[in-house]
């Protein structure tokens, strides 16, 4: 094949490459071009803010509920609220269109807001928006969530170019019958106080609005169709009014925490759209002071409100000896000391008993059998035991280590043979007569064979 040939092939090979790669690389850019983001990355989230936070210099860091939590060294804990009815729970809604609509995407009890704001300093910020503005990433006034209240003509705010805003100051601040119906109403027979939301109450223009945030900063937010709280009893205003509160400072028992109404001031849409990364910084740093700023997107209770403060004494252990666990103490300690007692007299090691030395264990088995023949008055019986030992003990002292190999007592008697002949006829002749003997014989008998085998045994054993 030619060098032009295979100059040709490599280039379409080169191009076939890159076509993939590009193919590859256009589905992936569909595909994430299509993908929801989750709730923290989209504009409802407040992910924008950690960052612009951590590049100011301040440490903001985000929990997702994922692994434990420290609350050491947290000055604020912000938790944004994305669920606008706590008492009613998790909501499931159909395919379609219907999941646009969504007002709760993220569901959370009132107990579990309750317990964060016990334990940490809490800044809440309300719901504000549907779900819809999270999957496709643009506000629409049909995204906006039902209110509590809705703001009439009477009042008019006007701010720079942008058309008036109406603020109704009359707004019924009673929580609507029916949600009380269905949980909404605090239990007055708790003793334990719980997280109240306040009102929410939106004006009729629905466009961008310079909202001025008074004396608590000198400066003015730029919110789409800005949305205020009518405040329950336990909270004071801290930008606008009681009836049409933006910012308010509230307690819980021993507890203060902060409400956002509006969520556009400080979300990801609003820094973006609003251009209220000043403000944001501004009203953060204030809240936080010289402590961390933790994000908790988490929905269940990892910190403790009231933790354990009981100082253990002697008395809390003493209570494990009283009756009826005397009686159970007392029976653990006498099984105990049985156990004990029984395992010192069968555990204990032999040689330590029956004195140093080998064939020690042997020599007591030995006495042993010895003692139980006399008993049994088996004369015979206890003479061919004897002659056994004998034999044994002139195979130690004939042959030594030898002895294991077999045979030993012939081999004895062999060695015997060399020395004295007819003492190794006579020791045979003796320990075979023994071994003949009945098991119950005279006494008399027994006595005279006895001296024969021992006068026999010293003998061979002088030799040794």
């Given at each position: 094949?030619s060098?032009?040939?295979?100059?040709?092939?490599?280039?379409a090979?080169?191009l076939?490459t890159?076509?993939?790669?590009a193919?590859?690389?256009?589905l992936?850019?569909?595909?994430?071009?299509d993908r929801?983001?989750?709730?923290?990355?989209?504009?409802?989230?407040?992910?924008?803010?950690g960052?612009?936070?951590?590049?100011?210099?301040?440490?903001a860091?985000?929990?997702?509920?994922?692994?434990?939590?420290?609350?050491?060294?947290?000055?604020?804990?912000?938790?944004?609220?994305?669920?606008?009815?706590?008492?009613?729970g998790?909501?499931?809604?159909?395919?379609?269109?219907?999941?646009?609509?969504?007002?709760?995407?993220?569901?959370?009890?009132?107990?579990?807001?309750?317990?964060?704001?016990?334990t940490?300093?809490?800044?809440?910020?309300?719901?504000?928006?549907?779900?819809?503005?999270?999957m496709?990433?643009?506000?629409?006034?049909?995204?906006?969530?039902?209110?509590?209240?809705?703001?009439?003509?009477?009042e008019?705010?006007?701010?720079?170019?942008?058309?008036?805003?109406?603020i109704?100051?009359?707004?019924?601040?009673?929580?609507?019958?029916?949600d009380?119906?269905?949980?909404?109403?605090?239990?007055?027979?708790?003793?334990?106080?719980?997280?109240?939301?306040?009102?929410?109450?939106?004006?009729?223009?629905?466009d961008?609005?310079?909202?001025p945030?008074?004396?608590?900063?000198?400066?003015?937010?730029?919110?789409?169709?800005?949305?205020?709280?009518?405040?329950?009893?336990?909270?004071?205003?801290?930008?606008?009014?009681?009836?049409?509160?933006?910012?308010?400072?509230?307690?819980?028992?021993?507890?203060?925490?902060?409400?956002?109404?509006?969520?556009?001031?400080?979300?990801?849409?609003?820094?973006?759209q609003?251009?209220?990364?000043?403000?944001?910084?501004?009203?953060?740093?204030?809240?936080?002071g010289?402590?961390?700023?933790?994000?908790?997107?988490?929905?269940?209770?990892?910190?403790?409100?009231?933790?354990?403060?009981?100082?253990?004494?002697?008395?809390?252990?003493?209570r494990?000896?009283?009756p009826?666990?005397?009686?159970?103490?007392?029976?653990?300690?006498g099984?105990?000391?049985?156990?004990?007692?029984?395992?010192?007299?069968?555990?204990?090691?032999?040689?330590?008993?029956?004195?140093?030395?080998?064939?020690?264990?042997?020599?007591v088995?030995?006495?042993?059998?010895?003692?139980?023949?006399?008993n049994?008055?088996?004369?015979?019986?206890l003479?061919?035991?004897?002659?056994a030992?004998?034999?044994?003990?002139?195979?130690?002292?004939?042959?030594g280590?030898e002895r294991?190999?077999?045979?030993?007592?012939?081999?004895?008697?062999?060695?015997?043979?060399?020395?004295?002949?007819?003492?190794?006829?006579?020791?045979?002749?003796?320990?075979?007569?023994?071994?003949?003997?009945?098991?119950?014989?005279?006494?008399?008998?027994?006595?005279?064979?006895?001296?024969?085998?021992?006068?026999?045994?010293?003998?061979?054993?002088?030799?040794?």
């Amino acid at each position: 094949m030619s060098q032009a040939a295979n100059d040709g092939q490599g280039r379409a090979w080169f191009l076939v490459t890159v076509l993939c790669a590009a193919a590859v690389f256009a589905l992936w850019f569909l595909a994430q071009r299509d993908r929801v983001p989750p709730i923290e990355q989209s504009a409802l989230g407040l992910d924008g803010l950690g960052i612009w936070l951590n590049a100011d210099g301040m440490d903001a860091r985000r929990f997702h509920g994922r692994g434990p939590l420290s609350g050491e060294g947290v000055g604020l804990r912000v938790l944004p609220l994305y669920d606008h009815d706590l008492d009613r729970g998790s909501v499931t809604f159909g395919g379609g269109e219907n999941t646009y609509l969504n007002a709760t995407p993220r569901g959370i009890s009132r107990h579990v807001v309750t317990t964060k704001i016990e334990t940490l300093p809490t800044f809440i910020i309300l719901p504000k928006w549907r779900d819809g503005v999270r999957m496709l990433g643009a506000v629409h006034p049909e995204f906006l969530i039902p209110v509590t209240g809705s703001a009439g003509p009477a009042e008019r705010i006007t701010t720079g170019a942008n058309a008036d805003l109406a603020i109704d100051r009359e707004v019924d601040r009673e929580v609507d019958r029916a949600d009380d119906d269905e949980g909404g109403r605090v239990d007055e027979h708790d003793p334990r106080p719980t997280y109240v939301d306040p009102a929410i109450i939106r004006g009729e223009i629905l466009d961008w609005v310079d909202v001025p945030l008074g004396d608590f900063l000198p400066q003015s937010a730029r919110l789409y169709a800005p949305q205020f709280m009518a405040l329950p009893d336990n909270c004071v205003p801290l930008v606008g009014d009681p009836d049409r509160a933006l910012l308010a400072e509230c307690s819980l028992g021993e507890a203060t925490y902060h409400v956002l109404s509006d969520p556009d001031l400080i979300n990801n849409h609003g820094l973006a759209q609003g251009d209220n990364a000043a403000i944001a910084r501004a009203l953060i740093t204030r809240l936080a002071g010289d402590g961390d700023v933790l994000i908790d997107y988490s929905t269940a209770v990892y910190l403790t409100a009231r933790p354990d403060e009981h100082q253990r004494s002697w008395a809390d252990m003493a209570r494990m000896f009283e009756p009826p666990f005397t009686w159970l103490w007392l029976a653990g300690a006498g099984l105990l000391a049985l156990l004990l007692w029984r395992a010192g007299i069968r555990g204990r090691p032999l040689l330590s008993i029956y004195g140093q030395g080998h064939g020690a264990a042997r020599a007591v088995a030995l006495q042993a059998q010895a003692r139980l023949m006399r008993n049994a008055h088996a004369d015979g019986a206890l003479l061919r035991t004897l002659v056994a030992g004998r034999r044994q003990a002139l195979a130690d002292a004939w042959l030594g280590r030898e002895r294991r190999a077999g045979h030993a007592f012939r081999r004895v008697v062999a060695r015997l043979r060399l020395k004295d002949e007819a003492l190794a006829a006579h020791l045979t002749d003796i320990f075979n007569r023994a071994d003949a003997l009945p098991d119950r014989i005279r006494p008399e008998v027994a006595a005279d064979a006895l001296a024969d085998v021992e006068r026999a045994y010293q003998k061979a054993l002088e030799l040794a």
